[in-house]
């Protein structure tokens, strides 16, 4: 898409491109990102000004609409590109922050890192918190550093709740994190001068014609980088200052002293260098990955270095902190494979034990999660090479139900989708599935799991109350949605009317807490509608205590307190509300106004608040509590001790209708606890809404300072 599209393109498929990535299309945030990447030049700023105003509306648009907690891979992939690009506004700074908490997710003190790259610093440059970003990318025990005061040094801790940096010199030093961002010279993990510092990399092996750039490059830092920082690190821990003066003017010191050899050693070089531009004499993993991003062949001139590559692979397989980019390298190998096609087997075999990605479920899931949509089928078939189906099936259930669809075509490509089936099977028969794990049997054929499993209301409320986080959150909400309004999804809930699955589905609907007061009368309503023979079940009809009717009253407090806020509303929120929008009309072009569309939001919600409010007060009458007489049955301005099942006692004061306030233990006498407290005397037994029953212990006046609060 970036090779047919130009970040200057600004014409209708573009814009179809903007608004299918803000109405939730991963796949278009994706390719909004990649134009992005590729753009020349790369810093928006520098755009002409047309084209730095359409992008800057468009990704305002597209940003606005994302989930600070469900950011999906396209969503990390646009952020990403737009703090590269420099694109700047609140919102964007918004969702960089859960960008940012997202990345560098095991950091204990999210809010801290966030002030330390300073994202929330209006006066600070997008251009400085992305390199803050990649400094931070960098900060990890073992990493070198360096400051002019003290010199080359290691860091030895990052303390993640003091947000520190504690630093081996030839003392230990502690430096705040936002201080260490701004001052100090990092070493990129796996460059040149990281090699040479570790001894990874002998320095006969150095090439003097970009010694210097390659030092450079090897370096991050907010400051300027001086000229001779090079020689300041690499002298006298890897080279004299003979040999460093000699790279610098270009002339390798090592040299072989004869013409023969040296003519025959430069051949050798000009092949196996590791500073050619093929993907194969790559010297770090992430360098092989940068490199394979821009190939469509694994094609090179000659013999391709393979060893070199398996050795990269099998040093990056053990550490958990190049899983994600180990995964990506193995997809792009195995998108591109072609005649190394063996090659790469045999190299994932050696590999299998060795991947921390694929020894910890945890982290496979993790990366799994986090790579592009394109290169998910190549990394799935790279892990069933590496561990056989019968694996990837078993992983699959830790992973989010979105990403089953791929794996289902890799096992069926191997003929054995039936082990996806049956690690599903296994999992429903421990009776903890997660939702992901029912919503794949709903989309599935499997009648069979779906009437044992789908029929079974207690697994499904219980497995739906279950804390989630992060993309598991999606199939937890779609779950949800199919059982508050998917009429297919509620009678198979139901066993198409069987009569215990439907009393236990209104059993788990009135008494469980997964649904709010709303969904739980929409849903009892929609079990009446599909089978009216329950309709006695739902209402549960039983004899009730003799109540007398009540009228519209609510305390003195409560009646003035909305009714001024209606005069409010009148006198001072609705005509500024129609000033503005005024205000904003004239400004021009409403499709691109912000300030008309807010305005004419806050209208609606303006409107809608003064109907609610007049509604309630009308026919209203406000009621002094203290020339209320109890005596022996609840009415409103009683207080009422209810003495539960595990022994413990708790006090509710009942009152009118305007008068709830919970964590008071005021209840309105047209709530539903209201309604079953409205006239029941001591000594009763009665059924709270949550279905638990409980006992009244005693019936009296209100106390003084509930009196004095309602006055």
Known sequence: MSEQKRYATCDESLEDMFLAAAEGQDEASGQIASILRFAEPRDSSQWEPEVQEFWQISLELVVEKIDHDQLRPGDCQLLEAILLAGFDSIVIRDRLGAYLKHVFRHYRDPAGLLDAIGVRDSSLPLSAIHLRYQIMQQVKPGAFCYDRQFGLGTIAIVDDIANDVIIQFERRHTVPLRLFMDNFIVVKDLSLVHSLLCGKLAANLLKPSTFEADILSSLIAQAPLDEDLGQRLLVPKVLTEE????????????????????????????????????????????????????????????????????GILQHAAGRDDQADNFALTLALLQKMAGPLLSWLNEVLA????????????????????????????????????????????????????????????????????????????????????????????????????????????????KTLSQDVSGSYLKAQRDLKRLLLNDEKFQRQVMLDGKHEAVLALIRCTKRMTLLDASERQSLLV??????????????????????????????????????????????????????????????????????????????????????????????MVATDFRDVVVKDAAVPGSTIVLRHHNGSEHQYHLLGLLDSNPELGMISCDAPLGKVLLGCKAQDEIELPSGEKATVVSVSQLPEDILARLA
């Not at 040999?243 to 072989?256: K, M, T």
């Not at 993907?279 to 694994?298: G, I, P």
């Not at 299998?352 to 910890?360: L, P």
């Not at 289902?408 to 054995?416: D, F, I, R, T």
């Open 243 to 310: 040999q460093y003066a000699s790279f610098a003017s270009g002339v390798s010191p090592f040299a072989a002293a004869s013409a023969s050899t040296s003519t025959q050693t430069t051949s050798a070089a000009t092949d196996s260098n590791v500073f050619s531009e093929q993907w194969d004499a790559s010297r770090s993993l992430l360098e092989l990955s940068e490199r394979l991003k821009n190939l469509s062949t694994l094609e090179v001139e000659g013999e391709p270095n393979l060893d070199n590559v398996a």
């Open 526 to 619: 929609k079990i009446v509608r599909h089978y009216p023979q329950f309709i006695q079940d739902v209402e549960e009809r039983r004899p009730t205590a003799q109540r007398r009717p009540v009228g519209k009253i609510t305390s003195v407090h409560s009646f003035n307190q909305r009714r001024q806020e209606l005069e409010e509303l009148i006198s001072t929120l609705i005509p500024e509300n129609i000033k503005a929008i005024e205000e904003a009309r004239a400004m021009g072009d409403l499709r691109e106004n912000s300030e008309y569309k807010y305005a004419k939001e806050q209208q609606a919600f303006l409107a809608q608040r003064r109907v609610e409010l007049e509604e309630s007060l009308q026919g």
């Open 350 to 461: 050696r590999l299998a034990e060795k991947a921390v990605v694929w020894q910890d479920a945890e982290t496979f899931a993790a990366v799994t999660d986090k790579l592009p949509g394109r290169m998910l089928p190549f990394w799935l078939r790279a892990t069933s090479t590496a561990m056989g189906n019968d694996y990837l099936a078993t992983q699959t259930l830790q992973l989010p139900a979105r990403l089953w669809t791929q794996v289902e075509k890799v096992l069926s490509e191997a003929s054995e989708r039936h082990l996806l089936e049956e690690k599903v099977t296994e999992r429903l028969k421990t009776g903890k599935p997660s939702a992901d794990v029912l919503f794949w049997v709903w989309k599935s054929g499997q009648q069979q799991l779906k009437d044992e499993y789908l029929g079974d209301a207690h697994l499904l409320f």
